[in-house]
């Protein structure tokens, strides 16, 4: 599967555990209670429904613990639907994970986080390392960001031990509501704090005895994921009234009196870093790996330079910040990138059309995408060479 030579840069127990960990502890825990708690009601149903979330998070945890561990492959859900041959939908699923849906998320998390730290550290970190120094830092970072956790967890129960303040766990499920619909959607918001509990699986080669470290570190990083989610809003009730925790759209604002911007920049930092190492990954197992090119294949892509341009472009973007109608530097980035990637995509479809249905896919990222339409005499796409 892999050579001796990178036996050394594999992540073993504790590394898998603090990746999981810190790609499920993020904004999440921060925006999702004032929504379950819209939905549920009361004290008590939200709690039950964050317990509920983990619940469902384990399960879809450890069915991919099981394809992990059976297909050996880095590249998750891609390289699961390549395994099984169905090629075009693996196309079509990578084309839009990593134009779509990473970069949706992570301007999601960019708004909070551009102001607060520069492009450099996000473009420095992919020069190195896996083991020796993305993993290290990712255990530092975790490391830190439960600290920050702790001390809103024990700020909170200082109040419930000493202070007595237990109002509101008394009959803490009065005002339920038990509306389907509305638990769905509880449910549903409180599944956006426990996303990223399949984070192991798209680098799955990268794992050192992957049959015993998966599946512990699924399992430890949702329990202690959970356990901090449940004490953390257990806290904001300690301090918020129902009414206060309804109305306020981030609760760690209002519920401790320690810098809400630090708590911010820590997590939305390893968010971002986080997120886009899932992105790359996915691009470079879509492009190095299921398609095992040929030598002069290989040359025609320049994984580094897709690695550093797709990094630098969203990490300028998350400096930025705003949208892109009210930012022109923005706006020539994000039609830079659409060319680049726009020649990206015309290698992978030369390069792979003896593999895949070079129609469909054409058809997939013409429709979806944003490309620019075919001018006349221009050689199409999906023309064999």
Known sequence: MVSSDSEGHKIGL?????????????????????????????????????A?????????????????????????????????????????????????????????????????????????????????????????ATAVKLIVASVIIFTGLWHILVKQETANFQNSFHGSDWNPGNLVLGVYSGLFAYNGWDVLNFGAEEIENPRRTLPIAA??????????????????FSVL??????????????????????????QKFDDVITKIEDALDEIDVGVDKHYERSAHGMALVDTMSLFMMDSLMWAVQATKGGGADKNDDLLVDLARTKRMTGEMKEINLRQDAPRINQQAAASFVRNALWEVPEEKGDEPVTKKL
Request: hydrophobic share 50%; net charge neutral; charged share 10%.
């Open 52 to 140: 509920i979330c983990a619940g469902i998070s384990l399960f879809g945890a450890l069915s991919y613990v099981e394809l992990g561990t059976s297909i050996r492959k880095s590249g998750c859900d891609f390289a699961y639907l390549s395994y099984f041959g169905w090629r075009p939908i693996a196309s079509s699923f990578m084309w839009v994970s990593t134009c779509l849906s990473y970069p949706a998320v992570l301007s999601i998390q960019a708004i909070s986080f551009g102001e607060y730290i520069i492009a450099g550290p996000l473009l420095f970190l992919n020069f190195f390392s896996l083991k020796k120094v993305v993993g290290a830092f990712q255990v530092v």
């Open 14 to 50: 504790l590394t898998a555990i603090s990746y999981t960990v810190g790609d499920i502890v993020g904004s999440g825990i921060f925006i999702s209670p004032t929504s379950i708690l819209n939905h549920a009601g009361s004290v008590g149903l939200s709690l039950c429904l964050w």
């Open 241 to 266: 009234s129902v009414e206060d925790f309804k109305s306020s759209p981030t609760v760690a604002v209002m519920s401790a009196k320690i810098p809400a911007d630090v708590i911010a920049k820590l």
């Open 219 to 236: 399992i430890s990083g949702i329990s202690i994921s959970a356990i901090v989610f449940i004490l953390m809003n257990v806290s904001y």
